[in-house]
């Protein structure tokens, strides 16, 4: 064929197929499905018992437990923004804000905290959230309360405890400003001075007054989040939270001794034992109670509370529950008298129960 003859076959071809029908317009994309809800909603469901399980409600986030000398009196974070540190009744089951009121106040301890620019602007407090606890226990009836704070400012926020006479209350006393980019989450204090921190997937840091920041050598291979500390100080509980294990860790000395167990659930909070025994160790696993893969779906997944031996580090599972509405995947525990209490980072209650026997 010559090339005439194919380029007006071609052109033929082109002709017809302009001449036919139009191509049909392409399907639209389908709408992504939305995400699934992240979070109880606070108010949404009654306050009313899960068979043992009962709760005292109208919290916003209440992620960490701090208990007080004399276990008469906790103080319950408030992670997410409009969230409140609470005061908690323990025997009557009441609660009540106190942090911050319209008559919190401020009184800033400049050589405890040298570098600390000033108390929190609580002009608007629903931008500041509360989230990892710890009572560091003083003389007498007072004590230190050390808060992790995100917001205005990344930053481990004090207060002196007044437990005196009635109902304790609050004195903001300093700060500790993390450094830029740092996502802090759990704190304890350390004997002798300053503390140590979890940050967000780079271990754990220790802070004191006269040396600033630093992070603890072999604590960077983990996704911390909470934190305990022997009585002496000499040793570290850190709870990885993405590897579902927790390591020990030692401090101030070379070289370092590091243990790490696997607990088969994603600890978030780790809990000392009021004396000392245990610590409880509380966390996620999937509404199957399988180990949590993504897609995750938070407001489905089961609460896990494990005691876990300081020493020896053999551990058990305590309590093992499904989401109930409200109280989702629980993120502390301890054991307060006959109950052990729970706190839920993604619920708007606390939910406490007979304790394991």
Not at 113 to 135: F, K, T
Not at 141 to 170: M, N, Y
Not at 244 to 271: A, M, Y
Request: glycine share 10%; net charge negative; charged share 20%.
């Amino acid at each position: 064929m010559t090339a005439a003859k194919l380029a007006a076959l071609g052109l033929g071809a082109m002709m017809a197929a302009g001449c036919g029908a139009p191509a049909p317009e392409p399907e639209p994309a389908a709408d992504p499905a939305p995400a699934p809800p992240q979070f109880a909603v606070t108010g949404e469901h009654p306050c009313d018992p899960v068979g043992e399980v009962e709760f005292l409600c109208d919290m916003v986030s209440p992620e960490d437990i701090a208990v007080l000398p004399g276990a008469e009196w906790a103080i319950v974070s408030g992670a997410r923004e409009g969230g409140r540190l609470q005061l908690v009744n323990v025997s009557e089951k009441t609660s009540s804000v106190l942090f911050p009121t319209p008559e919190s106040e401020a009184q800033l301890d400049a050589e405890a905290y040298p570098e600390c620019p000033g108390p929190l602007d609580l002009a608007n407090p629903d931008i500041s959230r509360l989230h990892g606890l710890y009572l560091d226990p003083g003389a007498d009836d007072t004590h230190t309360l050390l808060v992790v704070h995100h917001g205005p400012r990344e930053s481990i926020e004090f207060f002196e405890v007044d437990a005196a006479d009635g109902p304790p209350s609050l004195t903001w006393t300093g700060c500790a400003v993390a450094p830029e980019g740092a996502t802090l989450n759990s704190v304890v204090a350390l004997p002798g001075g300053g503390f140590a921190t979890t940050n967000a997937g780079i271990g754990v840091w220790e802070w004191h007054a006269d040396s600033g920041w630093e992070v603890l050598p072999e604590s960077e291979d983990t996704a911390a989040n909470g934190i305990e500390v022997s009585a002496d100080g000499e040793l570290l509980y850190i709870a990885g939270w993405a590897e579902e294990k927790l390591t020990r860790l030692s401090r101030g000395v070379t070289p370092v001794r590091k243990d790490v167990i696997q607990l088969g659930f994603r600890p978030d909070n780790l809990r000392m034992a009021l004396d000392g025994s245990v610590i409880y160790a509380a966390g996620h696993t999937d509404k199957d109670g399988n180990s949590i893969t993504d897609p995750r779906e938070p407001t489905l997944e089961t609460s896990n509370v494990a005691e876990i031996d300081p020493e020896t580090l053999e551990f058990e599972r305590v309590f093992v529950h499904p989401a109930m509405p409200g109280f989702i995947s629980s993120t502390t525990a301890i054991r307060i008298g006959d109950e052990l209490w729970l706190g839920s980072y993604r619920g708007d209650r606390l939910a406490y129960v007979p304790a394991p026997q």
